[in-house]
């Protein structure tokens, strides 16, 4: 899962279009002919009435996706990343070699996998960067526990006075500290500026501190319940940058105290690399009915990325290899393995967009979109995303409320407890989402800390993080709840195998919409 932007832009990889990948028409993206797409209704429910055999169909996908065939999986990308350096990140070997796995493994079960290369800004640390209180109190901070580079951060070593800017330090989620010109108008010329996360981008932020004359810039978080942790944010792409990090509530608070001096060091370089995503359907069904399904295949330079997303990635596989062999739908399923999603969701987002210049015709197609992003945390929570926003999030697009409650149902008919986890713009539903498309998935919880509430229902250990390696080197084959990735992979199962059969149950509350998506609270850019 991203805790990177979500701004929304063409990759520089036009040339590399989907429609040369895939083919210029309809055909080649849902085996529709160019005429065919072009008549298609957007909107219009295209499947063949379901038959008698929905539940048969859907036990017996549930019955031949199995956590053994997870783990599988997931062990073999284990190894991909201990053969590579340590990680599959976008433009590594690692990332090149994880590709490769997922479309030797789909072309075993029968697929013909296409794959999408696009290009995209990666950043990367040449050394571990370094935080340290440097007077009053000699501190040397901890990465990933009290504070991590900004992503596009400038490179550079800075000892300065630490100046707090534009905030009172309390807890707040409404902060505007550093987001305008006129929070630095009596900066100290290069002073480090200290600023709460709040209401604006943290590129807004680093950037008019950089235009002040700032030798270096810290974000700390807002100190409110679930969001007092380290700050792992991005500037959204190189630029003209101070050396910039992210830090704790509590580290900010360490540093805000008058005289303060501190040393930041950044050691790193961007550059465009070349990636790709992997694509592949069902060869029979309905192709003006597509029932699409995804999960982000790269990992965070820090480690492995085992849950985020091995876990998806591999309940996904198993899932097509499973349909592969016994699925018999009536709407063609379409599966998506993305790349470079943890840089701000670009794998997705370059193919939607490109579907949307080269042939909107196929994007009408896509009926839904189904997301998996780390479904093995072991801390777990059996979240379901929030597509009626009765959770106090935004509402997906009319249709998602079907989805919800799909994966509800099912999890209810296993006698297990769900719940609603907003659309917050951090993982691959947001492309969709943003045309239109209703989405939904699961979500086995990131950093976020369980409640006394969510222990109580779903067992685990109230106020730790359902996942304690989160984008760090622990999240490894050993960071997994097995018991967590067979409900999830069923709960998989089962609506794909439904919604395969039939996408009925979007009728009711189904409307083909262009309104943007506005996430109540944007986590990757604030």
Known sequence: MSSRPTTRRRLGAGGLALGLVLGATAAGATGLSAATAAEKKPGASADRKAGPTVDRLSRQLQRATTPQGVREHMLRLQAISDANG????????GYQASKDYVVSQLRNAGYRPQ?????????????????????????????????????????????????????????????????????FATFPDGAIALMQRGTCAFAVKVANA???????????????????????????????????????????????????????????????????????ETRSGNGGNVVMAGAHLDSVAEGAGINDNGSGSAGLLELAEAAAERGSFRNTVRFAWWGAEEQGLFGSDHYVSDLKADNPGALADIRMYLNFDMIGSPNFVRFVYDGDGSAGGPVGPAGSAAI?????????????????????????YGPFIAEGIPAGGLFSGAEGVKTDEEAALFGGTAGEAYDACYHQACDDINNISMRAVNQFTNAMADVTARYGASTRALNADYERTSRAFTPRSDAARR
């Open 86 to 93: 340590g990680n599959r990140s976008t433009g590594t070997p």
């Open 115 to 183: 794959v999408q290369p696009f290009f995209v800004d990666v950043f990367r640390e040449n050394a571990p960067t370094e935080l340290e209180q440097v007077s009053p109190d000699p501190t040397t901070y901890v990465a990933d526990e009290d504070f991590t580079v900004m992503d596009y951060s400038g490179s550079g070593e800075v000892s300065a006075e630490v100046v707090v800017v534009d905030t009172d330090l309390s807890p707040s989620a409404t902060s505007t500290s550093g987001c305008e010109v006129d929070d």
């Open 210 to 280: 950089t235009e002040a004359g700032a030798a270096g810039a810290i974000v700390f978080n807002r100190g409110t319940e679930g969001e007092d942790g380290v700050v792992a944010g991005t500037l959204g792409g190189p630029g003209d940058y101070v050396p910039a990090v992210g830090a704790s509530y509590a580290t900010g608070l360490d540093l805000a105290d008058a005289g303060t001096v501190a040393r930041i060091a950044v050691d790193a370089t961007s550059e465009n690399a070349r990636t790709w995503n992997v694509v592949a």
């Open 404 to 428: 919800e409650k799909s994966f509800r149902t099912h999890f209810r008919g296993k006698g297990l407890t769900s719940a609603p986890t907003e659309f917050n713009g951090r993982s691959d």
